[in-house]
């Protein structure tokens, strides 16, 4: 039996998978208000020459014009790889109440990896994280994604 989380976690692999066929980096992410997905994106990085254009930060960006405000109260975001400190930045500043990530990012993870900004108590907002879901599945798209990459280098 399939979860609401690992449903709207396959959305955003859905992106991921945007994203691998156009040659970024696979990560994916939807914003899901009311049981509803009301916002997704992938990553733009390299199409856009924009270090900010991470799925996370577009799918805040596409969920905040859609609802006509900046407080994304009452949502989740769903994101295929932990989110990094930018986008934990974000998901604080623009009031997501849960974040539930696929894989693990020992590099870069800020959302219980390296640190947990999230849910951290110093910060004014905090936001549950849910890790784990779908974590095979983002893992091993992102696995064969590098691998790819450093054969073809």
Not at 36 to 50: G, K, P, Y
Not at 58 to 65: G, T, Y
């Amino acid at each position: 039996m399939t979860t609401a989380h690992e449903s709207f976690m396959e959305k955003a692999i859905e992106e991921a998978e945007k994203a691998e066929a156009i040659g970024e980096v696979p990560i994916g992410a939807v914003i899901v208000k009311d049981g509803e997905v009301i916002a997704s994106a992938h990553n733009l990085r390299e199409t856009t020459q924009q270090p900010m254009a991470h799925a996370e930060c577009l799918a805040i960006q596409d969920a905040s014009r859609k609802l006509g405000t900046w407080r994304l109260s009452g949502c989740a975001l769903y994101v295929t790889l932990e989110p990094c400190p930018m986008c934990a930045g974000a998901i604080i500043q623009s009031r997501v109440d849960t974040v539930v990530y696929g894989a693990s990012d020992p590099k870069a993870g800020c959302a219980g990896t390296l640190m947990n900004l999230p849910e951290d108590p110093r910060f004014n907002h905090r936001a549950e994280v849910i890790s784990g879901i779908s974590g095979d599945a983002c893992g091993q798209m992102l696995t064969a994604f590098f691998r790819k990459l450093r054969a073809k280098m």
